[in-house]
Nanobody, 124 residues
Framework: VQLQASGGGLVQAGGSLRLSCAAS????????MGWFRQAPGKEREFVGV????????DYAGSVKGRFTISRDNAKNTVYLQMNNLKPEDTAVYYC??????????????????WGQGTLVTVSS
């Protein structure tokens, strides 16, 4: 599967953005679809994931209640809706696809396919 992330940009603190991850080659329903981010000078970290089987979502504590992952099977696209953005959300955001077990969903090594990343900048 090939993944194309888009939707990043500059937004003020408290604002919203929606990132998209368009898949080609295989359906997103075949994968646990995750989002990660990497802030300047920091390691890449887990943001959230949606299950391939049940559609259940899981989030990092830092974004829970503010970010929502959804999946549009018809468009073969996964979205990351980000609300109440904070300056510390500034990062390059990556979508990724995994066929690994749900138990390791928050680990980078669980993901085989990665998109190219899209930059989100939140100004204070």
């Amino acid at each position: 599967v090939q993944l194309q992330a888009s939707g990043g940009g500059l937004v003020q603190a408290g604002g919203s953005l929606r990132l998209s991850c368009a898949a080609s080659g295989r359906t997103v329903r075949s994968y646990n679809m995750g989002w990660f981010r990497q802030a300047p000078g920091k390691e890449r970290e887990f943001v959230g994931v949606v299950s391939r089987s049940s559609g259940t979502a899981d989030y990092a504590g830092s974004v829970k209640g503010r970010f929502t992952i959804s999946r549009d099977n018809a468009k073969n696209t996964v979205y990351l809706q980000m609300n109440n953005l904070k300056p510390e959300d500034t990062a390059v955001y990556y979508c990724a696809a995994s066929t690994a077990i749900w138990g390791i969903r928050q680990q980078e090594y669980a993901y085989t396919y990665w998109g190219q990343g899209t930059l989100v900048t939140v100004s204070s």
